[in-house]
Nanobody, 129 residues
Framework: QVQLVESGGGLVQAVGSLRLSCAASGGTFSRCAMGWFRQAPGKEREFVAA????????YYANSVKGRFTISRDNAKNTVYLQMSSLKSEDTAVYYC??????????????????????WGQGTQVTVSS
């Protein structure tokens, strides 16, 4: 089993930046493709970004492309989401997820929440305008 714990959420003003972290334990982190999702009140869970085992490939939702960057440090068992130029529309609970056994990012598979095996508890990001 893989346990995931997100951190780094909080309140930030529009156009500001924030970095989320997701620390993994209890499993083989480097064998998991990793994803970030978010969910705002009254809305469905939304794909944000995904990254392959090696970190050599990534994929972003159109709504965040150019503003967010996903990365991972397998030595630290941690995946990051660097968020810049934040907008009020980015306000949501952000979740990291692990897709065990996936070597590379595949579209649309890696954008589907049901394809992921493990989930963190979520961290709230609130962007004020």
């Amino acid at each position: 089993q893989v346990q995931l714990v997100e951190s780094g959420g909080g309140l930030v003003q529009a156009v500001g930046s924030l970095r989320l972290s997701c620390a993994a334990s209890g499993g083989t982190f480097s064998r998991c493709a990793m994803g970030w999702f978010r969910q705002a009140p009254g809305k469905e869970r939304e794909f944000v970004a995904a990254i392959s085992w090696s970190g050599g490939s990534s994929y972003y939702a159109n709504s965040v492309k150019g503003r967010f960057t996903i990365s991972r440090d397998n030595a630290k068992n941690t995946v990051y989401l660097q968020m810049s130029s934040l907008k009020s529309e980015d306000t949501a609970v952000y979740y990291c997820a692990a897709d065990f056994g996936r070597d590379v990012i595949r579209v649309p598979r890696s954008t589907d929440p049901s394809e992921y095996d493990y989930w963190g508890q979520g961290t709230q990001v609130t962007v004020s305008s």
